[in-house]
């Protein structure tokens, strides 16, 4: 079935970066792109940015410009997003989710990873 | 803080019908297909209705969308305590030429 498996639990200190991946399975891994989006505790859901796994291709929000970077490895079908100079704010539940098109409805969301920034 | 605007809470008696209202611009709601995502508690969220007002496969017809200019609005109807969740409205924003979400709406089943 179809499905995105994402990287454990991390607990990181305040300037550090963090890497979380998210393998998928039961479909053709460069038709999709990828998003991510991320979760602060009793919080909505924020954008942070999309990968076309065909070409590597990236766009960031705006929030996350020179902060995030999106990688793929089409070997293992697996996305990357790192997230550098970590600050208690980014403590959050980061997804992936896919999208048939870069606009389109995200229709398989991984199960989330959980990132906590502390000192 | 979101571009796009959703009350707060709903809530109903089982068998009931809830509506959920969003609201945004041209820039997004007004130009683009909307979806919706229901969150139930401690779980990754989930696609319920795509492209204004189509379902995925497996979702109930007790779900539906309707887009209306630069407003959107979920409606469950036959209130189920299965549906309390937190419900979530998406799109792209052209301007943006980021992805958008809805404050976000908990459901409760009084």
């Known amino acids: 079935q179809v499905q995105l498996v994402q990287s454990g639990a991390e607990v990181k200190k305040p300037g550090a970066s963090v890497k979380v991946s998210c393998k998928a399975s039961?479909?053709?891994?460069?038709?999709?792109?990828m998003h991510w989006v991320r979760q602060a505790p009793g919080q909505g859901l924020e954008w942070m940015g999309i990968?076309?796994?065909?070409?590597?291709?990236?766009s960031y929000a705006q929030k996350f410009q020179g902060r995030v970077t999106m990688t793929r490895d089409t070997s293992t079908s697996t996305v990357y997003m790192e997230l550098s100079s970590l600050r208690s704010e980014d403590t959050a539940v980061y997804y992936c989710?896919?999208?048939?098109?870069?606009?389109?409805?995200?229709?398989?969301w991984g199960q989330g990873t959980m990132v906590t920034v502390s000192s | 803080q979101s571009v796009l605007t959703q009350p707060p809470s709903v809530s109903a008696a089982p068998g009931q019908k809830v509506t959920i209202s969003c609201s945004g611009s041209?820039?997004?709601?007004?130009?683009?297909?909307v979806s919706w995502y229901q969150q139930l508690p401690g779980t990754a969220p989930k696609l319920l209705i795509y492209?204004?007002?189509k379902r995925p496969s497996g979702i109930p017809d007790r779900f539906s969308g309707s887009k209306s200019g630069t407003s959107t609005t979920l409606g469950i109807t036959g209130l189920q305590t299965g549906d309390e969740a937190d419900y979530y409205c998406?799109?792209?924003?052209?301007?943006?030429?980021?992805?958008?979400f809805g404050t976000g709406t908990k459901v409760t089943v009084l």
């Open positions: 989710a896919r999208a048939k098109y870069s606009n389109d409805a995200f229709d398989i």
């Open positions: 039961g479909y053709t891994f460069t038709s999709y792109y």
């Open positions: 990968i076309n796994p065909s070409g590597g291709s990236t």
């Open positions: 041209s820039s997004n709601i007004g130009n683009n297909y």
């Open positions: 492209e204004n007002n």
């Open positions: 998406g799109t792209w924003d052209s301007s943006l030429s980021a992805y958008v």
